[in-house]
């Protein structure tokens, strides 16, 4: 197993299209958890959004409401929390977790029930992650669902557990690259590098996300030891 980490700069340099995407990780001092999640978007309707906060939880809003095609699979709730444990997703799942934890089930239960996006022929794959704190520490999850054939008939449901590493996170988008259709991420979630400070982080990758198709980021930082939390977030189209 390679222990090489990539700059979020690298991961994202000359690929227009990487779609939507999650970060977490753990800052290089070892004193902060972090998270990012950022959209793109080809069409006018998907292009069409901002991130709002209420609280603790982010949403997906229109920025026109009057050019919306087609809200359901562009306006949900990226970031949720339930207790002790932050949810991030690339759509209405987010929901199906909640729900779940507050079941007293768990992340992979929750996914278990879910698949990819129904928008062939592109079978968008469902992203999300899990952070879990503890008494000044944490743990997360991610799950990749991806259709197992090219007409959306199967769905492989994917989970990954960390341990988190000092200036260590890892990066899972929606698709590999453009195209037409658009192919699904593959592999494991990439290992990228993870800063101190929160500022740095997000402008990082909003400054390599591809101009014409970036739409909004959203980052996040929690000090383990007090509990801090600090907020970034970017909108293209926002006032």
Same mark, same amino acid.
């Given at each position: 197993m390679s222990y090489t980490r990539k700059s979020m700069a690298r991961a994202l340099k000359g690929n227009r299209y990487p779609g939507r995407g999650i970060v977490v990780g753990k800052s290089s001092d070892g004193k902060k958890a972090m998270f990012a999640y950022f959209i793109m978007g080809r069409s006018e309707n998907s292009r069409n959004r901002v991130f709002a906060e209420y609280g603790d939880e982010l949403r997906t809003e229109p920025f026109d409401p009057q050019k919306v095609s087609d809200p359901s699979l562009i306006i949900y709730s990226p970031v949720k929390v339930v207790g002790g444990d932050v949810i991030v997703t690339n759509g209405d799942q987010t929901d199906t977790v909640e729900e779940s934890l507050k079941a007293g089930h768990c992340f992979r239960h929750a996914l278990m029930q879910r698949a990819f996006e129904p928008d062939a022929p592109n079978f968008t794959p469902r992203i999300s992650a899990i952070l879990h704190f503890g008494k000044k520490s944490f743990t997360y999850e991610m799950s990749i669902l991806k259709s197992a054939d090219a007409k959306g008939k199967k769905c492989n449901r994917y989970f990954f557990a960390y341990e988190p590493v000092n200036g260590?996170? %890892?990066? $899972? %988008?929606?698709?590999?690259?453009?195209?037409? @259709? $658009? @192919?699904?991420?593959?592999g494991e979630p990439e290992r990228v590098r993870v800063p101190n400070d929160l500022k740095e982080f997000a402008d990082e990758i909003w400054g390599n996300l591809d101009a014409e198709n970036k739409i909004s980021l959203y980052c996040r930082s929690v000090e383990l030891k007090t509990g801090k939390v600090e907020r970034i977030l970017f909108n293209k189209y926002g006032k």
């Open positions: 260590t996170g %890892h990066f $899972l %988008h929606t698709y590999q690259k453009n195209g037409d @259709p $658009l @192919p699904s991420f593959e």
